[in-house]
């Protein structure tokens, strides 16, 4: 299997052209292709289902999207988000639906995921909300 890199700089000018076509529109999209990552590191992590959350945090960091990742029952707290940059606003939307798809694989149930603090806001962290759908 091929990778491919891609930078911070790089990232947040492909979100900033489908935000200029598509407005809020394309964060849904954002989410969905977070998800499909999300699925992937939830495979691998519920082989060990007594480590899941340990084996999510270095899959996470091993890919370069978050420095660091804090996983709580109905929060996660994530310092170094990719996504995330100052003045851009509540910006990680990709990993907002990473999160989503790794609590519900864990838990087999919908949950919705709410960034509710961003870097990209001034926040020290990006702190999302887990809680059930």
């Known amino acids: 299997m091929r990778e491919v890199k891609i930078d911070q700089a790089a990232l947040i000018k492909i979100r900033e052209l489908y935000e200029s076509v598509m407005a809020s529109a394309c964060h849904g999209l954002f989410a969905r292709e977070g998800a499909i990552l999300g699925a992937e590191i939830a495979t691998q992590a519920l082989k060990d289902p007594e480590r899941y959350f340990t084996l999510a945090t270095e899959a996470m960091v091993g890919l370069g999207w978050v420095e660091s990742v804090e996983f709580r029952s109905d929060r996660v707290v994530v310092k170094g988000s990719i996504e995330a940059a100052e003045g851009q606003g509540v910006s990680c939307h990709r ?12 838990s087999s149930t919908r949950v919705n995921c709410l960034e509710e603090e961003c870097v990209g806001n001034g926040n020290d962290a990006c702190v999302f909300r887990i809680q059930a759908a």
């Open 95 to 106: 990993l907002r639906g990473m999160l989503r798809e790794l609590y519900e694989r864990k």
